[in-house]
């Protein structure tokens, strides 16, 4: 018997990842870290920047993947880009001054509330501020539960003007 013919690997399909980086007044950031990710593959990720208008352009593997800032110390993502390679809708990664929040809950005795939900909120009407489709965009989510101590602690987590706190009691 013949060994098998060796057989050559076909290079993984790839498309051109174009996008732009905003802050939360639909301002251009520049020089924004950013990571993508596949999802579904976190592990895969590529880093790259925004270009001193905002905007991104990389070539990346074709399929989905989510685009977000890869500098949670400095800026933090609003709205992750989505992209999609047949797509016609480019990715818009929001961001804001990322904050660090931690606090404790109390019940109006001031005795701490445990099992609390945390949600930091969006400003109304955000996305009325930006003149284009954000559909190739999801908000991320900042949640977090109250320990026995009634404390809670969301990381550092976009600042933007108008954000807000709610609680919700168990």
Known sequence: AEPPEPTATEPAATAMLRG???DASARPVPGARLVSAAEGAPR???LF???PDGRFEVEVPAERALVESADEGELATILAGVFEPEAEVEPVVV???AVPLAGIVRDPGGRPLEGARVT????????????FPLDASRERSFQARTGPDGAFDLGRVPAPAGATLATECP
């Open 120 to 131: 930091l909120r969006m400003p109304e009407g955000l996305e009325l501020r930006f003149a």
């Open 20 to 22: 732009r980086v905003l």
């Open 49 to 51: 920047a925004s270009g």
């Open 95 to 97: 961001v804001a001054p």
């Open 44 to 46: 895969d990720r590529l």
